[in-house]
């Protein structure tokens, strides 16, 4: 991480994510930018982008956006050097609980999957069929 600090069009170019997104992001609190120029255009990190493409992660799996903000603040304060054990322990295990849930989506995501890829064959032996 260089401490270079980029405006959002950058950023966006970056995570792949459109401007208007990353507005929202900031506007609903998951992802506020490191500062702001003096003409007040908005200055993100690595670190900034890091956490964006965290959020980018967790949309396909349909986290709501209290799951994300909870999920975002375990990450945050389990990268702190300044927690107790037994804090520590709790946010391990919420981490896991948040693991688990990820794994069950993924599993969902590779069963629709699965039935889409059968559905394209199924058409395209009709297509075949016919054409023929």
């Known amino acids: 991480m260089d401490g270079r600090q980029m405006q959002i069009g950058e950023v966006a170019d970056r995570t792949g994510l459109s401007l208007r997104t990353i507005r929202h992001y900031e506007e609903v609190g998951l992802a506020l930018p490191t500062a702001r120029s003096q003409g007040g255009f908005r200055l993100y990190t690595d670190d900034d982008i890091a956490r ?41 295990k919420r981490l896991a609980v948040y693991r688990s849930l990820v794994e069950e989506r993924c599993e969902k995501i590779r069963t629709r999957l699965s039935d889409a890829e059968q559905f394209s064959a199924e058409l395209s032996a009709k297509l075949r069929k016919h054409r023929s």
């Open 52 to 92: 964006l493409l965290v959020i980018k992660r967790m949309k396909p799996l349909d986290f709501t956006l209290e799951e994300m903000r909870d999920l975002l603040t375990i990450l945050d304060r389990l990268q702190t050097d300044d927690i107790n054990e037994t804090t520590r322990e709790d946010l391990t």
